[in-house]
């Protein structure tokens, strides 16, 4: 007979572990508790005629063709947004990632995360309002509080990317009179920028939302102009605007995923 494979024992859970989701869990009843969720009179006969009544209002979306003009050229705006903030924002993540990782000492790594953390912490809408007094409205406003934001989004993941990458490649090449800068190109950085590069895509899906959104403060693309028809009751236009919306993230989601699932391959 063949001996039996004895499995490991499972570790048991920490005390602090044990408290953290007790924690949790009482959060999430005090938040149930506190709000004034009204749930029957969201579910009430006359809140659902009146959803139904408004719903109508945006069918047929308009297809005139000047109109679709328009939006062609308002969705190739929220486009541009949005990659050319995630493009800048993958630059100085990149940059401000190398402090934040601690390779330049202990100072500059928590100076450098109190930096990420701060423009991370301000949304995109906050960022656009504040730069739309000093650029003024259209789309250049949206582009940098997406570039801003997710600087210190991207940033911070760089920077736990590096931390977490193994350093036995690195430190041998080092030991081999390599320089540090040079050991870093050549072991480090080829090691982490597939899982750099899944970030940068994933965060590109989510800035084309926000650039849609943004036009609400008046940072040009498909949201200004979602913005200015509903402001006018123009339902049937504003209900091209929002299939454009879709139809642009639905591309952008499919495209961003088959690239991550070739690189990461």
């Known amino acids: 007979m063949s001996d039996q494979i004895s499995l490991p024992v499972a570790p048991r859970m920490r005390t602090s572990t044990k408290a953290l989701l007790i924690g949790i869990v009482l959060l999430v009843i005090a938040s149930f508790v506190s709000l004034s969720l009204k749930w029957q009179a969201f579910f009430s ?5 009146t959803t139904i009544e408004f719903l109508r209002g945006f069918s047929p979306p308009e297809m005139a063709t000047p109109f679709l003009a328009r939006i062609a050229e308002a969705t190739l705006e929220t486009l541009a947004m949005s990659a050319i903030g995630t493009l800048l924002a993958a630059l100085f993540g990149m940059l401000l990632c190398l402090f934040a990782s601690g390779r330049f000492g202990l100072a500059l790594r928590l100076i450098t995360r109190g930096i990420l953390n701060v423009l991370r912490s301000i949304p995109e809408l906050v960022w656009a309002a504040i730069l739309l007094i000093a650029a003024g409205l259209g789309p250049f406003a949206g582009t940098l509080a997406l570039a801003i934001h997710t600087t210190g989004v991207l940033g911070r993941l760089f920077a736990d990317t590096l ?8 430190d041998t090449l080092r030991l081999n009179g390599v320089r540090p800068s040079a050991a870093f190109l050549y072991a480090t950085l080829p090691h982490c920028s597939p899982q750099m590069m899944s970030y940068v895509l994933y965060r590109w899906e989510n800035n ?7 036009g ?7 949201g200004q102009m979602l913005k200015y028809h509903l402001s006018l009751f123009q339902m049937h236009q504003a209900a091209t605007v929002i299939i454009a919306m879709l139809l642009l993230v639905c591309v952008v989601d499919a495209t961003s995923f088959a690239l991550r699932r070739k690189m990461t391959r």
């Open 45 to 49: 006969k006359e809140a659902i005629d």
């Open 216 to 222: 609400v403060v008046g940072a040009g693309g498909l």
């Open 208 to 214: 084309i939302r926000a650039a849609a959104i943004l």
């Open 163 to 170: 931390e977490n990458c193994p350093p036995h490649s690195e």
